[in-house]
T-cell receptor, first 112, second 112 residues
Framework: GESVGLHLPTLSVQEGDNSIINCAYS??????FIWYKQESGKGPQFIID?????DKRQGQRVTVLLNKTVKHLSLQIAATQPGDSAVYFC???????????FGTGTSLTVIP | KAGVTQTPRYLIKTRGQQVTLSCSPI?????VSWYQQTPGQGLQFLFE???????NKGNFPGRFSGRQFSNSRSEMNVSTLELGDSALYLC???????????FGSGTRLTVV
């Protein structure tokens, strides 16, 4: 099966600092990746995605970097805010393309 | 447009019973996927339906089943419930491929 892992299960950052959440994936056939944010009691919320033909994509305060050589994905959050506190998951679409494999998640805590 | 709707939000069942959960996808989305999320775990893929046909299935026992109706609404059923089935069950819909993979808020199932 697929293996999508996260380097750190928890991350604490000061408000206003930048956050970096890392993710390793195992299937070189994956061509689409998504970062999700999940707050307590809610379903995962789409943050940003990236296709394998790109190595960087930027959104509002978020940037995703993809390194296919080492099968590594990262999510950068600029000027982290208390509302960013949540669990963040990376997901890859694997071989089939319409099924996602998720990491175990990184819990981000923003310290005011 | 309305998001993915899951009902009920919360459910308490007794061991040995069966349960049916419902998911209404985003209008126009024909693919519905189901995931199980347990504390400390990532999201585990159950199955995916597209145009009333199961396209993919995860590594869950046969007690877990699903179906999709002609209006794309989907149900999943768990028979002979076990304590370990207590989890947040999430469904996600998309237009058919990987893009636009959107989750509902989930159904919290507790088996006692």
């Amino acid at each position: 099966g697929e293996s999508v892992g996260l380097h750190l299960p928890t991350l604490s950052v000061q408000e206003g600092d930048n956050s970096i959440i890392n993710c390793a994936y195992s299937n070189s056939a994956s061509d689409y990746f998504i970062w999700y944010k999940q707050e307590s009691g809610k379903g995962p919320q789409f943050i940003i995605d990236i296709r394998s033909n790109m190595d960087k994509r930027q959104g509002q305060r978020v940037t995703v970097l993809l390194n296919k050589t080492v099968k590594h994905l990262s999510l950068q959050i600029a000027a982290t805010q208390p509302g960013d506190s949540a669990v963040y998951f990376c997901a890859e679409n694997g071989d089939t393309g319409n099924q996602f494999y998720f990491g175990t998640g990184t819990s981000l805590t923003v310290i005011p | 447009k309305a998001g993915v709707t899951q009902t009920p939000r919360y459910l308490i069942k007794t061991r040995g019973q069966q349960v049916t959960l419902s998911c209404s996808p985003i209008s126009g989305h024909r693919s519905v996927s189901w995931y199980q999320q347990t504390p400390g775990q990532g999201l585990q893929f159950l199955f995916e339906y597209f145009s009333e046909t199961q396209r993919n299935k995860g590594n869950f026992p046969g007690r877990f089943s699903g179906r999709q109706f002609s209006n794309s609404r989907s149900e999943m059923n768990v028979s002979t419930l076990e304590l370990g089935d207590s989890a947040l069950y999430l469904c996600a819909s998309s237009s058919g491929g990987s893009l636009g993979y959107t989750f509902g808020s989930g159904t919290r199932l507790t088996v006692v």
